[in-house]
């Protein structure tokens, strides 16, 4: 741990006042970027009026190198995509099946009282039926991770990103990190998930701790509009605050893949789809009217928060993504807000696996070692709660279930 996190209060009074002493030309810089986030908005209403801000590309496109020069940039603008078509709809009917049987077969409704209070992230929904299930090692979640479609269209979001630069590597956009994430569930008429506004990966660290102010070195002491958000470089070297309810790896994006049909009013993602939204939120937090020790509610070991009180002018472009299909998948930057509908108004189930995005770096393969042997002895996944579900369930994925792909994929084979 780093000492600074030894006395966090203390950490975040000291950077904010000296963020504000050393940031040159303080309110001309965040009347800039006001500027700029104001203007965004007013084209994400736009593009809603014609269509949706979400860009949206096939998967065969991908899969034949025909994503055009205009598209890619609008990823890089909007800082997300739906992806379409990228699983076969009756593969993913199967694995929909598949999972509604292995939550069952685990025991999960029945055991979930005895792990009251571990999940710190969702907790507030531990005396409801659950809709996130803290499961990691299911079949479909394991076949779905490694399925070559998968590869193809990581790698091509990988390379949105620079991830390399005069010599340096920062990671490898080609060979992927099957980090393990959970299975969403959410029935008709569910109005326990909804999930505020908020970006994951770092939250006071973003003002505090070195590694990210190396990454917002435009914002801060050059030019805040030249700030790249696909620049790989110091990506893989942040240090988080430990926590379970912080991603401790390195995603290029974050994603899930549709297993039932869904769009918006069906308690599903909202975005705000702007890819320079960080530099925003950075200024933000150290402008007068905000006291000292508070960066805008940024709370140490949770998401970072984007709030009504805070940043009205942000989340004036907050949306829900577009219908999408079995076989979807959907993807957003690490930095982008997000948020979950409050309520699932439409009918059947929305059912997701999360699968983002985590190309194999340095950062990704010290956290493989510790996330195979968790998958090995059926542990919960070691970036969250220690619920362990499987821990000696005979019917979850095992080193047989995986192909040469996704034994690589999870560092258990060279």
């Given at each position: 741990?780093?000492?600074?996190?030894?006395?966090?209060?203390?950490?975040?009074r000291?950077s904010?006042?000296?963020?504000?002493?050393?940031v040159?030309?303080?309110?001309?810089?965040?009347?800039?970027?006001?500027?700029?986030?104001?203007?965004?908005v007013s084209?994400?209403?736009?593009?809603m009026?014609?269509?949706?801000?979400v860009p949206?590309?096939a998967y065969?496109?991908?899969?034949a190198?025909?994503?055009?020069?205009?598209?890619?940039?609008?990823?890089?603008?909007?800082g997300?995509a739906?992806?379409?078509?990228?699983?076969d709809?009756?593969?993913?009917?199967e694995?929909n099946?598949?999972?509604?049987?292995y939550?069952?077969?685990?025991?999960?409704?029945?055991?979930?009282?005895?792990?009251?209070g571990?999940?710190?992230y969702f907790?507030?929904?531990?005396?409801?039926?659950?809709q996130?299930?803290?499961l990691?090692?299911s079949?479909?979640?394991?076949q779905?991770?490694?399925?070559?479609n998968?590869a193809?269209t990581?790698s091509w979001?990988?390379?949105l990103?620079?991830?390399e630069?005069?010599?340096?590597?920062?990671?490898?956009?080609?060979?992927?990190f099957?980090y393990a994430?959970r299975?969403?569930?959410?029935?008709?008429?569910?109005?326990?998930?909804?999930?505020?506004?908020?970006s994951?990966?770092?939250s006071v660290?973003?003002?505090?701790e070195p590694?990210?102010r190396?990454?917002?070195?435009e914002?801060l002491?050059?030019d805040?509009?030249?700030?790249?958000?696909?620049?790989g470089?110091?990506?893989?070297?942040?240090?988080e605050?430990?926590s379970?309810?912080?991603?401790?790896?390195f995603?290029?994006?974050q994603?899930w893949t549709?297993?039932?049909?869904?769009g918006?009013g069906?308690g599903?993602?909202?975005?705000?789809p702007?890819?320079?939204?960080m530099p925003?939120?950075?200024?933000?937090?150290?402008?007068?009217?905000?006291?000292?020790?508070?960066l805008?509610g940024?709370?140490?070991g949770?998401a970072l928060g984007?709030s009504?009180q805070?940043?009205?002018?942000?989340?004036?472009?907050?949306?829900?993504?577009?219908?999408?299909?079995?076989?979807?998948?959907?993807?957003w930057h690490?930095?982008?807000?997000?948020?979950?509908?409050?309520?699932h108004?439409?009918?059947?189930?929305?059912n997701?696996?999360?699968?983002?995005?985590?190309?194999?770096?340095?950062?990704n393969?010290?956290f493989?070692e510790?996330?195979?042997?968790?998958?090995l002895?059926?542990r919960?996944?070691?970036d969250?709660?220690?619920?362990?579900?499987?821990?000696?369930?005979?019917?979850r994925?095992?080193?047989?279930?995986?192909?040469?792909l996704?034994?690589q994929?999870m560092?258990l084979?060279p």
């Open positions: 741990m780093e000492a600074w996190m030894n006395d966090i209060p203390g950490a975040v000291a904010q006042r000296q963020l504000r002493a050393e040159p030309n303080l309110a001309g810089r965040y009347a800039r970027l006001t500027e700029a986030l104001n203007d965004e084209a994400i209403r736009s593009e009026a014609g269509g949706h801000a949206e590309i065969a496109d991908i899969a190198g025909r994503v055009s020069p205009a598209e890619v940039a609008r990823v890089h603008r909007r997300c739906v992806i379409r078509g990228v699983f709809p009756a593969q993913i009917a694995w099946d598949e999972v509604v049987r939550i069952d077969a685990v025991g999960y409704l029945l055991r979930m009282q005895d792990k009251a571990l999940d710190k907790s507030a929904l531990a005396a409801g039926r659950p996130i299930f803290s990691y090692w079949r479909p979640q394991m779905a991770r490694q399925h070559p998968l193809v990581r979001l990988n390379r990103w620079t991830f630069k005069d010599g340096a590597r920062f990671f490898d956009p080609d060979r992927q099957n994430d299975i969403r569930r959410r029935e008709a008429g569910d109005s326990t998930l909804g999930l505020s506004p908020h994951d990966g770092g660290e973003r003002w505090c590694s990210f190396h990454l917002y070195r914002v002491q050059g805040p509009l030249a700030f790249d958000p696909f620049d470089e110091g990506r893989t070297q942040t240090k605050i430990p379970p309810a912080v991603c401790s790896a995603r290029t994006f994603g549709a297993l039932t049909r869904q918006p069906d599903t993602l909202k975005l705000v702007i890819a320079r939204t925003w939120m950075l200024l933000r937090a150290l402008q007068p009217d905000v006291p000292e020790g508070d805008c940024a709370q140490p949770r984007a009504m805070w940043h009205p002018e942000l989340l004036a472009g907050l949306v829900s993504i577009p219908e999408v299909q079995p076989g979807d998948t959907v993807w690490s930095d982008i807000i997000h948020a979950v509908e409050n309520q108004t439409g009918s059947g189930y929305s997701v696996i999360y699968i983002g995005a985590a190309p194999w770096c340095d950062k393969a010290r493989a510790r996330q195979a042997a968790a998958f002895a059926g919960s996944s070691p969250f709660a220690p619920e362990d579900y499987e821990l000696d369930f005979p019917g994925a095992t080193p047989a279930d995986l192909s040469p996704g034994l994929q560092g084979a």
